[in-house]
Nanobody, 121 residues
Framework: QVQLVESGGGLVQPGGSLRLSCAASGSIFNIYDMGWYRQVPGKQRELVAELISIITSRGRTNYADSVKGRFTISRDNAKNTVYLQMNSLKPEDTAVYYC???????????WGQGTQVTVSS
């Protein structure tokens, strides 16, 4: 069982920055793909950024087109923490952001509780 705890959400003005953190319950980055998703009411949860497991691809990253060049996913292996640095935020980035861990082989999913990000003036 993997436990994920997100933090770092909040209210920010357009053009501002936030950094989300996702603390995992153990050393999982070798065999788990880590991702950040977001969801707004009435819409499906969408992938924002992912960091592929070390054993599979040595940390390859993928981003949704809407956030390329603005968001960066990274990890700190010593802290078992994944980050999402969000710059140049737009009102359309407003959503609940969820951290995800997916086993690289059996594809089991674990989710955090979500953290609200609101971009508004």
């Amino acid at each position: 069982q993997v436990q994920l705890v997100e933090s770092g959400g909040g209210l920010v003005q357009p053009g501002g920055s936030l950094r989300l953190s996702c603390a995992a319950s153990g050393s999982i980055f070798n065999i788990y793909d880590m991702g950040w998703y977001r969801q707004v009411p009435g819409k499906q949860r969408e992938l924002v950024a992912e960091l592929i497991s070390i054993i599979t691809s040595r940390g390859r990253t993928n981003y949704a087109d809407s956030v390329k060049g603005r968001f960066t996913i990274s990890r700190d292996n010593a802290k078992n923490t994944v980050y999402l640095q969000m710059n140049s935020l737009k009102p359309e980035d407003t959503a609940v952001y969820y951290c995800n861990a997916r086993h690289a082989v059996v594809r089991t999913d674990y989710w955090g509780q979500g953290t609200q990000v609101t971009v508004s003036s």
